[in-house]
Structure formats: C-alpha cells, structure tokens
C-alpha cells in the first residue's frame, strides 16, 4: 500500500464523486490526512463489500422462506433466483451422491471440478444438520452463500491492493449492484477471488503464485484462464522481453500444474463425469443473454455451423485486442486488457447468466476508475437482470412475463452497456491522456499491475529515460 499522503482522493479526481462531494461541504482539502486512523481504505471498502452482498443475500429471503420451488414463477417474480438450491435438489446431492463419481437417475454435474468439491462439502453439512429436503436446499444455499461473501471479501482486499496509489477506487467494486443481485446466483464468485489474487500475486513479482491461483480459478470457472492471454501481451511491449516471458513462464507452469492437481485426480477415477463439463458446454446452443439468441429469435431459427461462427467471432476479437495492444501508443495497463478479453469473451459467448457481470466488475474497476462510465454500464446490467427474470416467468403464467421482444431489447441494452465501457477502455488505450490512472504516454511503473516487467523495464533501459515500449 502507498504512503497515505501520496493516495488520490475521488472527491478531488473523479467529477462525479467532486459534484456529489458538495452536498457534504466540497472537495476534501489539502489538510486532510486520508486513509489515518481505524478507517483504512481497505477496512472501508471490505466493510462496504460485506454490506452491499449482504443486502443481497437479504434480497432473496422471499425465496429463501418458500424454499425455492420449481412449481411456480415466484422466484421470477420476485426475483431472487439461486441456482444453488435446485442445483442441490437435482443432481443427487439430497441423496449423498458424489459428483462426476454417483449419477443414478441424476444428470451429470455439469461443473468445474474445484465447484463440485465445494458443493460436496457443503452437501454434506446441509443434509447433517436438516432433516427436510426443502430444510438441506435451503442450509445448502446459506453455506455457499456465506462462502460466497468471503470470497467477495477476499475480493476487495486484492482490488484495494493492486488500485496503488488509488484505494478508493474499489469503491466503485463494493458499491456495484451487480455484486448485490447476483452474487449469490452460482459460484462464480470464487473463480472471481482466485483470479484477483494471481493478478495481485503477479502484481507483487510472485509470477509462480500467480499462475496457481489463476489456474484453481480456472478449475472453477473457465474465464481466468483468459487473463494469461493479456499477460503474453504486455509481456510482448516489455524492454527486456526475456526477462519479461522468463515471468510469464513461471506463470504459465504454475497455473498448468495447479490446475492439473486438482482435474487429473477425477478425470483419472470419473472420466465420463469429468468430461461433462466440456461436453454440456460444446453441446450448448444460443441461451439466455446472448446476443447470438437475439438473432436466432429475430430469425425464428437456429444459426448453422453455431460452434464454428462464435469460435470464429471470438478469435478476431481476441486478435483486435492482441492488434490494439501491440500498436498503442504507449504499453497498456494490464486491467485494461483484461477488461476488454474478457468482456469479449462474456459478451460474444453462447450464453451471459446474468453473474457473468460478477468477472467484470472488478476489473472494470481498475481498468476504467470513473464513476460515470461505472454507474452506466451497471444500470444496463440491472436492466438485464430484471428481464431475464421476467421472461423466465412467462414459463409459467405467460400474462406475467415479459414478450420475447422485450426481452431482446433488454439483452442488447446489456449488449451496448458493455460495449460502451469496453470504448472509453479503449479510447484510454490509445490516448493515455485520458487514462485516469497513468495521464500520458510514459511511466510503465504507474500501472500497479505492472509486477515483474517493473524490473523488466528497467533492466531494458538506457540512460535515464523512462521505458514506453
């Protein structure tokens, strides 16, 4: 963490937080020791973490006290849908069995291994402290909830840490509503974690804990494994290249072999249940907040060669990244190309369940500090997230729900908020004065991300000028 005296204040640097700081007497003054006392930046912001999801958590206590049924369209209705709870119910958990392992007239789990070790877990202690089934859906749903609320926790801590000279601007992280309505809708806040802590591990010259941490991120959720590809880019504008790619292949190994250690043990005892994962999700057609189900609907009809058109629209995108990244101005910052991957990835994907906005929201953060394009975007999101509830209700009472219509303009309402964040990222890309974080064409070591290519870059330099790349 910076020296106190040296952080940025966002009543002092963000218009919006300056405008809004007036109704509270103005900007903070010169005299202000920010961040003294009790009340760092990072005990603010977990507080206000701990907060924000558990206003969430309190959110779907309606479905919480009916139990989550799948008989009608309440938990559309009211909006408070968990995956966890069902997830529990019908995949054999309620009866003991051991995922990819026991499926009996239970589906496969159709889930990274490190998730269904979780749930495992958690099964276990559902069913030993409640007799009921609806009981053991529901303790299920608390155990990972709270789980869940650690992880965010963890969360804010890495995004305070790798903000620099900026704490404050996690703020933006713990106050996102995104992180409140759909928190608790899947496990993928605990990809999110993992994935942080490796950026903060690189971020801290650990490149080998970095690639641990992102590779049992990726043995929960597949995105983290995208975040090697900005890494291989920076490393790529680095001064001292071999220097820099000796790093990266630190980073590499480490997250191959952690993840290995945590795959082969079940794909060696359940190759059939190991398999369904990558099965289920090759198999999987346009769904639900996709914009490629946009024009399936608006073509009343399924898009041939489906597989190859998205790996096709994804490749282009990432090489569009890998091109921006090469001929920027001045190196990019290592979130801003994280943001744009994997935003990409979310948005040109077979599917965007509404907490795909959860692998977002800490990097837009550090990509992007600024609350007006923060604030847009995730007023798009919570558009999204109230319609796919909506639509999913008309399942059940068709008078109820939202017209497929509608529901297609929600999704590129979604759509066109990402997009939008995704431009300013890249208008700072390629106009570094008007990069909130590092204002102009120079200093590498102004990206807190910067980690091992700090050294890198100054290995690489003649003379005392600093290193652009």
Known sequence: MERQTDLVLPSRDDPVVAAGSEAIGGPAGRRLLPGTGWWTPARVIVLLTVLVFSLGIAQRDYCRDIGWPRENNLQYVHVCYSDMPHLYRERGFAEGNVPYLDTGEYPRLEYPVLIGAVMTVTAEAARATERTLTGQAVRFYDLNAWLMLLCAAVTALAVVNLAGRRPWDAALYALAPGLALTGTINWDMMAVAFAMLGLLAWARRRPLLAGALLGLGTAAKLYPVLLLGPLFLVCLRAP????????????????????????????????????????????RGAEFGSIWLVLEQAGQGKIPHFNLLVGGVLTALFAGIAWLALTAPARPRLAQLAFLTVAAFAVFNKVYSPQYVLWLIPLAALARPRWRDFIAWQACEVVYYLAVWYYLAGSYDPNRGLPVGLYSVAIMIHVAGTLYFAGMVIRDLLHPQHDPVRPGPDALGQDPLSGPLVAASRTGQTGGAPAVG
């Open 240 to 283: 001292d290249k071999r220097a820099a790619f000796s790093a990266l292949a630190k980073t590499v190994t480490g997250a191959a072999v952690a993840w290995l250690a945590v795959n082969v043990p079940v794909l060696l005892l359940a190759p059939n249940g190991w398999r369904a994962f990558w099965v289920f999700n090759e198999q």
